[in-house]
T-cell receptor, first 117, second 114 residues
């Protein structure tokens, strides 16, 4: 079974520029999460999708961050314009709520390391 | 609000020695509890999880954790540490609802000395 795929793995941009991250979850996983992990901290949820609908985006800075999950599969997270404090690793995770799968277990991708200069 | 505390930022143990990483949570009911490991440049890998039942749970790579309701703790243990265990360890909780996102602690960095 293929894992969660993310690209790019690394990105360096200047402040005020825009950037986009892509995530392809495990096939059949209905729930997709984007987490932000700042150096020295644990991951923090940005947004959660169930199929192509948003379940929780309460911690997403909506003035600069946006995310979509078209067709309930792949997802894109965008930052525009970026700030220095957006430097972090952006992790995508997916989970399955279907019968036969372990509930609440999330599978994480390798992350995208963003550096804003 | 729910929270997870990992009191130790950095721990160093000798190879072959035992290990215990502490985790305390704050939540009105018993949440679902997890331990993840993150090696440099890698994503998070699930070590073990507790949902209900036996309070001592076994995980991968020889790790185990014990849930203590009275102490709101879920400490991770390993009887004999290997050099390859050096990594960052995160405790996490999820509310007792399907598909709820994880709330992570700040992590404990484990160094293994020879």
């Amino acid at each position: 079974e293929a894992g969660v795929a993310q690209s790019p793995r690394y990105k360096i941009i200047e402040k005020r520029q825009s950037v986009a991250f892509w995530c392809n979850p495990i096939s059949g996983h209905a729930t997709l999460y984007w987490y932000q992990q700042i150096l020295g901290q644990g991951p923090k949820l940005l947004i959660q999708f169930q199929n192509n609908g948003v379940v929780d985006d309460s911690q997403l800075p909506k003035d600069r961050f946006s995310a979509e999950r078209l067709k309930g599969v792949d997802s894109t997270l965008k930052i525009q314009p970026a700030k220095l404090e957006d430097s972090a690793v952006y992790l995508c995770a997916s989970s399955s709520l279907l019968a036969g799968g372990p509930p609440y277990e999330q599978y994480f991708g390798p992350g995208t390391r963003l550096t804003v200069t | 609000a729910q929270s997870v505390t990992q009191p130790d930022i950095h721990i160093t143990v000798s190879e072959g020695a035992s290990l215990e990483l502490r985790c305390n949570y704050s939540y009105g009911a018993t949440p679902y509890l997890f331990w993840y490991v993150q090696s440099p440049g890698q994503g998070l890998q699930l070590l073990l999880k507790y949902f209900s039942g036996d309070t001592l749970v076994q995980g991968i790579k020889g790790f185990e954790a014990e849930f203590k309701r009275s102490q709101s703790s879920f400490n991770l243990r390993k009887p004999s540490v290997h050099w390859s265990d050096a990594a960052e360890y995160f405790c996490a909780v999820a509310l007792n609802q399907a598909g709820t996102a994880l709330i992570f602690g700040k992590g404990t960095t484990l160094s293994v000395s020879s």
